[in-house]
Nanobody, 119 residues
Framework: QVHLEESGGGVVQPGGSLRLSCAAS???????????LNWYRQAPGREREFVAA????????VYADSVKGRFTLTKDNAKNMMFLQMNSLKIEGTAVYYC?????????WGEGTQVTVSS
């Protein structure tokens, strides 16, 4: 069973930075490198929203307009890990951040890590 675990959340002031990590395990049928990887977030009282994605080959990334130019998604296939570097954080970035791995009809989620941006 695929398991995803996020870490790196915390409290940061506006303009600050955080680096989120997603550790993945349990890939018995298909390797981690064959999954499309995504970050989502859910703010209080709002629906979960897309933040960033990286292709299986790792050669292309896509970002929500709200984070473009400030967030960077990377992955390390050798370590089965994905990262989200978040710079110039804004108050509206306060949310629970989730990593997601998808392949065809298979989709897996972590339990999330809380990011709070507050002065």
């Amino acid at each position: 069973q695929v398991h995803l675990e996020e870490s790196g959340g915390g409290v940061v002031q506006p303009g600050g930075s955080l680096r989120l990590s997603c550790a993945a395990s349990g890939f018995t049928d298909f390797p981690f490198s064959s999954y499309a990887l995504n970050w989502y977030r859910q703010a209080p009282g709002r629906e979960r929203e897309f933040v960033a994605a990286i292709t299986r080959a790792g050669d292309n990334t896509v970002y929500a307009d709200s984070v473009k130019g400030r967030f960077t998604l990377t992955k390390d296939n050798a370590k089965n890990m994905m990262f989200l570097q978040m710079n110039s954080l804004k108050i509206e970035g306060t949310a629970v951040y989730y990593c997601n791995a998808g392949r065809g009809t298979r989709g897996y989620w972590g339990e999330g890590t809380q990011v709070t941006v507050s002065s």
